[in-house]
């Protein structure tokens, strides 16, 4: 039913935690199945120098988070901003069906995190902000409350 990708990346989750002082924080959820996923970032120059998650759901959720921090650590604001939901499954060799809406939830957090960040910077309008950043309705950045990944 699951890669051997899928597997690895949900019992050794790459990149979990926090970063302090983060430059950018992304929050999304899925109401339907209750999977929560935080994005962290740290941007210098225009390059995410480091990216972490916290995830609340299932295997798929948490391999997907994994999965795209790895995609994107060293990566520009622009190359970032670019990463599809079809790339995560495919650095995964696949996902069932029933678990596509996981990579969809990765995409969005890294584009909810990024407009975090531009919001931050203060050079933006929020309509500049939400066009750059492909926002959809009911995606927000996340400042308070816990998110912890699943074991």
Do not use: W
């Not at 066009?131 to 912890?148: P, W």
């Amino acid at each position: 039913m699951y890669s051997d990708k899928v597997i690895d990346h949900y019992t050794n989750p790459r990149n979990v935690g926090e970063i302090e002082n983060a430059d950018g924080i992304g929050e999304v959820g899925n109401p339907v199945c209750g999977d929560i996923m935080r994005m962290y970032l740290k941007i210098k120059d225009g390059i995410i120098e480091d990216i972490k998650f916290k995830t609340f759901g299932c295997g798929a959720a948490i391999a997907t988070s994994s999965v795209s921090t790895e995609m994107l650590k060293g990566k520009t604001i622009e190359q970032a901003l670019k990463l599809t939901n079809k790339e995560v499954v495919d650095a995964l060799d696949g996902l069932p069906p029933v678990k596509l809406h996981c990579s969809v939830l990765a995409e969005e957090a890294v584009r909810s995190a990024i407009a975090d960040y531009y919001r931050k910077q203060g050079d933006k309008t929020e309509e500049e902000i939400i066009k750059i950043c492909g926002i959809k309705e009911g995606v927000s950045c996340a400042h308070e409350g816990e998110v912890n990944e699943a074991d």
